[in-house]
């Protein structure tokens, strides 16, 4: 009868651990077969891979690798990972046998009917433990930790783009600031030649003072714009330096004042495939199998829980009566059934579900934000295009002007105001138009950011080998 009773048992608890079924992710929406903006630009570069390498330019990849070799904050992020790595080690070690040695050695003193007895005693033994895991409990705390992990991998790859690209828009950051600073220095010899020969023409009695004091003043103002482009400048260099792991200072080489061509825009391919390419979605899917590997743990908790233990030694002791030695054995075998426990582990199953269902809505919720992403992206490159576009026809216009006003001012034509109106306009769209082919160099890597890739995976192994190599030298 109790075979029976321990039989029905058995069948009932294992039936309990098929009430946890795998959670399948749906998304809220259908996936579009082609992105909204798509239709506006023409994404013809095919290359995703190492997107900088697009822009041609020797320097930046070279700071590139700097990045990747010595950044401390990547550092940080490989450290947190083997943190990870350390604890999947420490869950995992829990379905597998336990084995430890003891010995003692012991000397004692006690009192005789005729002389007081010294003893020794010595033992040596093993002792070994396991616990059955029928309900899948020990597994799926392994999962869990094991998805955790692949999780801090994923999470690293978006590291890896995120530094890329901060560097990036850094390195074009500072060129523009050179390249303001060179279209200062032109405006203010612009405007000091202009100066001289109008305070020449005073001298001569051809203009008014009025004209000499508007050309000083527009020389003046020219002036005092360029400690903010310096300023501007040493903030991005001394950003870049601290990306690579220097203390701030000048990074770059000191002929780095244009601009490269802005190149055309990465291929987009179609929306299925930023499921894959976005490595911080992938890493929530990862989260969400270590909540519902959780899950499973939580319920097999509810169970009953197995273990088996054993030791085998030798002792040696010396009695009043004489010398006793010999071996010594145990096994013992014990179940432990939860019966009362206050609704703490109910309380842990409905826990564990909460956090499942949250993670299954935030990794939802950063699809969508992946999606917008890319059409913010998409859009915003075509609008800052058209906007360069039209700066270079502004700046063509201004220049013709400039040239045609001032020609008649020293023709005695015209007044100095169109000449001074002409000068400022000049420079204004001059320095719009840097700071917008900047600009649509830094949507370019956004746009390679939110498209995300798999060349992160190629740096961690090269990382990883390049320390596996170390440490065993």
Known sequence: MTFRWFFFLIVLLLSGCSLHQATVVNLS???PTQYLESSTVATSNPALDRWWLVFKDEQLNQLMQELFAQNLELAQAYARLEQVAAAFRITSSAQRPRLSAEGTLGRSRQPGLVNDF?????QLSVAAGF?????????ARSQAALSEFAAGEEELQSFYLSLSSRLADLYFLAIEQRAQLALVDQSIASFADTLARVEDRYRSGLVPAVDMHQARQSLSAAQATRPLYEAGQARAEHAIGVLLGHYPGSVLSGELTVLPPVPELFATGVPFELLENRPDLRAELKRIEAADASVAAAIADRFPSISL?????????????GLLTGEFWNLLGSLTLPVIDGGRRRAEVDRTRAVLA????????????AF???????VDNWAEAQRVARLNETSQATGSTLRLTTERYLFGLTDYLPVLTAQ??????RSRLLSARR????????LARALGGGWMRQEMALRLSAKKDTDNE
Request: charged share 35%.
């Open 29 to 31: 929406d259908e996936l």
């Open 118 to 122: 010294t003893g020794k005693s010595e």
């Open 131 to 139: 616990e059955l895991d029928l309900w899948g409990k020990l597994a």
């Open 309 to 321: 233990m054993g030791s085998y030694g030798s002792t040696r002791q010396e009695l009043t009566a």
């Open 358 to 369: 949250e993670a299954v809505s935030r990794y939802q919720q950063k699809v969508l934000d």
């Open 372 to 378: 917008r992403e890319v059409e913010d992206a998409l």
């Open 424 to 429: 400022r306009a000049d420079f204004e769209t």
């Open 439 to 446: 600009q649509l160099l830094s949507d370019r890597i956004t």
